[in-house]
């Protein structure tokens, strides 16, 4: 039988994940060279050949409605909320897709499921900022709820990892089964493409279309128990 984290390991590991990529996104707002800036206000006519790179990469920018533009500001809640799942979304799935490459033998890795919960993670948590919650406990329940299909409102035992360390050898191994078994508790991409995905080369893609579509599963899941626990009055 395959052993099986404590809520207590889940939930710092969880909050762990929320703090380290909280600051992250606003990465995103930066506008470095004022590029962004440009969507603001209107197109000058006299303009030197470099404004007009700057003010064509402004556009390109405005119409993808990148965080930070004109059309990002004038976009609701739930526009921006779209943006994370597919803008974001669509390019953090790349390498996920990756270990797709290498057919079976990437299938056989962890690595497709840890870098899959992750991604996951990463939109949940950027869909969470955007309906208002920046409270790290609420992030945490629902990453638990959504990737871990775990309740964490009544806490949990932290000590599960503490008892395996009497026996190395065996502890490790039960360690790497238990981290592995809940990576893959997090939404699959569909049999079809997961069998697909034990080709070589075309398992790559096959991947990206799987875990593409798990990921809209995991944000909608996301959405969903946010509006069934909203913040108390």
Known sequence: MTPRLGDGVVAAALDATAAGFGPLFGLAYLDPFGIKARTFGPTVRERTAVEQVLDAAAALLDAGRVPGTAAWADASEQERVDWWIGGLGSVSTLPVAFPGMLGVLGRMLPLQDA????????VLL????????DDRDRQVRMLAAVLCRRDLRDGGDAGTVLSWVR???RSTIDLVRAVNAELAR??????????????????ALAGYVGERAALSRAAADGQQWLAAHPVPD
């Open 115 to 122: 870098l899959g919960f992750l991604n996951q993670a990463v």
């Open 186 to 203: 997090r939404p699959q991409p569909a049999g079809a493409w997961r069998a697909l995905g034990v080709l070589p080369l075309v398992g």
């Open 126 to 133: 950027a869909v969470a900022r955007e309906r208002g919650i």
């Open 167 to 169: 026996r190395p050898v």
